[in-house]
């Protein structure tokens, strides 16, 4: 069993920063990837960016150069560092696991306010 359990959202202003924290539990040796997604209101969920075992990352082209995604030492931790925030990336984030299949955590809000 897999367990992600994600933190950092809230509200923030336009041209503001948050910064994303998602740590995984359980069997998770032998992963593929991590990420995170996005899902604005009564919009599809979304790949925002995703990190490889190997630590190679991948953004959308509407976050690159404000966004990083990085992972923690002990490697069960993924990390979204989120600058110069704008109205459209307001949504609920959901980190993602892959490792047999997709693992998910339950989500954290960021709203950001114009």
């Known amino acids: 069993q897999v367990r992600l359990v994600e933190s950092g959202g809230g509200l923030v202003q336009a041209g503001g920063s948050l910064k994303l924290s998602c740590t995984a539990s359980g069997f998770i040796s032998n992963l593929k990837s991590m990420a995170w997604y996005r899902q604005a209101p009564e919009k599809q969920r979304d790949l925002v960016a995703s990190?490889?075992?190997?630590?190679?990352?991948n953004y959308i082209d509407s976050v690159k150069g404000r966004f990083t995604i990085s992972r923690g030492n002990a490697k069960n931790t993924v990390y979204l560092q989120m600058n110069s925030l704008k109205p459209e990336d307001t949504g609920v984030y959901y980190c993602n696991l892959f490792r047999d299949k997709d693992y998910w955590g339950k989500g954290t809000l960021v709203t950001v306010s114009s």
């Open positions: 990190i490889t075992s190997d630590d190679s990352t």
